[in-house]
């Protein structure tokens, strides 16, 4: 009963999850808009239902989130420029050409392009990653019989642990801003989570069913 009272004086607060996400999956708001949502809402939870905020504290937060976008986008800002550097010099077409000289199984192209991505993730922050490598690849790895779907599957899962590779996993500055604590500290305390994304990232690799289960089921194709 407590617990529901709890719930009840604070549903507003509870809501907001659900028209986050609501607003993306019901394809009213790109993850873009959805955060703009987000702020608004939470500045009308906030300020006319808590009644919690004031100038002052919208005035600090957005401080921090003024430092705390200062940091990740310096290193964006040199991600960006490395990135332009490998177009300019077509490593992309060259990596892929490798790849296919290497070998035509598809598995062996799929791990090395998992491979390139961890490594690529330690210097490139992950939408230059994505623009630079996904026009070159998605030929590639057509060719050699992976299916789209399942190929975008491993892309999102290998960038997002990309994002967590020293020395410039851009996650690992936003957690060492938020916490307060060294990123040496955090690189550190990242490793075993790393460990286990990576096992859930092959198994995806070699049980293409797990990412085309869903697709199947609704008939996609």
Same mark, same amino acid.
């Given at each position: 009963?407590?617990?529901?009272?709890?719930?009840?004086?604070?549903?507003?607060?509870?809501?907001?999850?659900?028209?986050?996400?609501?607003?993306?999956?019901?394809?009213?708001?790109?993850?873009?808009?959805?955060?703009?949502?987000?702020?608004?809402?939470?500045?009308?939870?906030?300020?006319?239902?808590?009644?919690?905020?004031?100038?002052?504290?919208?005035?600090?937060?957005?401080?921090?989130?003024?430092?705390?976008?200062?940091?990740?986008?310096?290193?964006?800002?040199? !991600?960006?420029?490395?990135?332009? $550097? /490998?177009?300019?010099? @077509? #490593?992309?077409?060259? +990596?892929?050409?490798? %790849? *296919?000289?290497? !070998?035509?199984?598809?598995?062996? $192209? /799929?791990?090395?392009? @998992? #491979?390139?991505?961890? +490594?690529?993730?330690? %210097? *490139?922050?992950?939408?230059?990653?994505?623009?630079?490598?996904?026009?070159?690849?998605?030929?590639?790895?057509?060719?050699?019989?992976?299916?789209?779907?399942?190929?975008?599957?491993?892309?999102?899962?290998?960038?997002?642990?990309?994002?967590?590779?020293?020395?410039?996993?851009?996650?690992?500055?936003?957690?060492?801003?938020?916490?307060?604590?060294?990123?040496?500290?955090?690189?550190?305390?990242?490793?075993?989570?790393?460990?286990?994304?990576?096992?859930?990232?092959?198994?995806?690799?070699?049980?293409?069913?797990?990412?085309?289960?869903?697709?199947?089921?609704?008939?996609?194709?």
């Amino acid at each position: 009963v407590i617990f529901l009272k709890i719930c009840f004086r604070n549903i507003f607060s509870l809501l907001t999850p659900f028209i986050i996400l609501g607003s993306i999956y019901s394809g009213i708001c790109t993850p873009v808009e959805a955060s703009i949502v987000a702020i608004i809402w939470s500045l009308f939870v906030g300020g006319v239902i808590n009644r919690a905020l004031n100038a002052k504290k919208i005035y600090a937060a957005l401080l921090e989130g003024a430092m705390l976008c200062g940091v990740v986008l310096l290193i964006v800002g040199a !991600s960006t420029l490395f990135g332009k $550097i /490998l177009t300019i010099e @077509q #490593a992309p077409q060259r +990596l892929a050409n490798i %790849f *296919l000289s290497i !070998s035509q199984d598809k598995y062996v $192209i /799929l791990l090395l392009i @998992q #491979a390139m991505l961890f +490594l690529l993730g330690m %210097f *490139l922050e992950t939408l230059a990653t994505l623009i630079i490598l996904v026009p070159v690849l998605l030929p590639v790895v057509i060719h050699v019989g992976v299916d789209p779907i399942h190929f975008g599957i491993i892309l999102v899962v290998s960038n997002e642990i990309a994002l967590l590779t020293p020395p410039l996993g851009v996650n690992l500055f936003v957690s060492s801003r938020i916490a307060n604590i060294p990123v040496e500290k955090v690189a550190v305390g990242v490793l075993p989570y790393i460990i286990v994304l990576l096992f859930c990232s092959l198994l995806i690799t070699f049980v293409p069913q797990i990412s085309l289960f869903l697709p199947h089921f609704f008939g996609y194709f």
